[in-house]
């Protein structure tokens, strides 16, 4: 079975511009939650969305929003990019909207020139 | 907000010796979780705690949850050259993880 899958891999954009990252979760599984990583650091909670509706946000600008689609694939938008942007931007989707059992993408790697 | 406190930052292993990592909090957590994350790939799920004072194990590894519910630690026995990577504690805080800034296994040569 597929795990969960990320698009795309690598991402260069500049400041100013807007990025949509997408995700597909394992199959059967109803909620995406977003982390972004910064070098050297542990992920930071972004959103969660579970059968579509957004059930928690992390303490992240307005110019990040997300989605999910009626089949549980989720994209995750950043307006108006930064520098600081720069990340690896991680999906991780489970059945339930519980934590424990989150897996994991390999991450889309945002540079912002 | 909460935050995790892991330590050592950076450690070098010899194949064979057991190794061990710990996690602090100022916050209680009622889950703490324990991953590994390799170059290029997201964080893989180790292990995962859910009561105060359990210790459960996973192969070579084993982790406990402190008592306090503030803390958490992870060990890994007899070390082989793939245990290097970044290990992660994590807490549980409603529906999102929060997690400490890792702990970087390397090889020594």
């Known amino acids: 079975d597929a795990g969960v899958t990320q698009s795309p891999t690598h991402l260069i954009k500049t400041r100013g511009q807007q990025v949509t990252l997408r995700c597909s979760p394992i199959?059967?599984?109803?909620?995406v939650s977003w982390y972004q990583q910064v070098l050297g650091q542990g992920p930071q909670f972004i959103f969660q969305?579970?059968?579509?509706?957004?059930?928690g946000r992390g303490n992240f600008p307005d110019r990040f929003s997300a989605r999910q689609f009626p089949n549980y694939s989720s994209e995750l938008n950043v307006n108006a990019l930064l520098l600081g942007d720069s990340a690896l931007y991680l999906c991780?989707?489970?059945?339930?909207?519980?934590?424990?059992?989150?897996?994991f993408g390999s991450g889309t790697q945002l540079s912002v020139l | 907000g909460q935050q995790l406190n892991q330590s050592p930052q950076s450690m070098f292993i010899q194949e064979g010796e057991d190794v061990s990592m710990n996690c602090t909090s100022s916050?209680?957590?009622?889950?703490w979780l324990w991953y590994k994350q390799d170059p290029g790939e997201g964080p893989v799920l180790l292990i995962a705690l859910y009561k105060a004072g359990e210790l459960t194990s996973n192969g070579r590894l084993t982790a406990q949850f402190g008592i306090t519910r503030k803390d958490s630690f992870l060990n890994i026995s007899a070390s082989i050259p793939s245990d290097v990577g970044i290990y992660f504690c994590a807490g549980q805080y409603g529906n999102k993880l929060v997690f400490g800034a890792g702990t970087i296994l390397r090889v020594k040569s």
């Open positions: 199959s059967g599984h109803k909620s």
């Open positions: 991780a989707s489970s059945f339930s909207p519980g934590v424990e059992k989150l897996f």
């Open positions: 969305y579970y059968e579509k509706e957004e059930r």
């Open positions: 916050s209680i957590f009622n889950t």
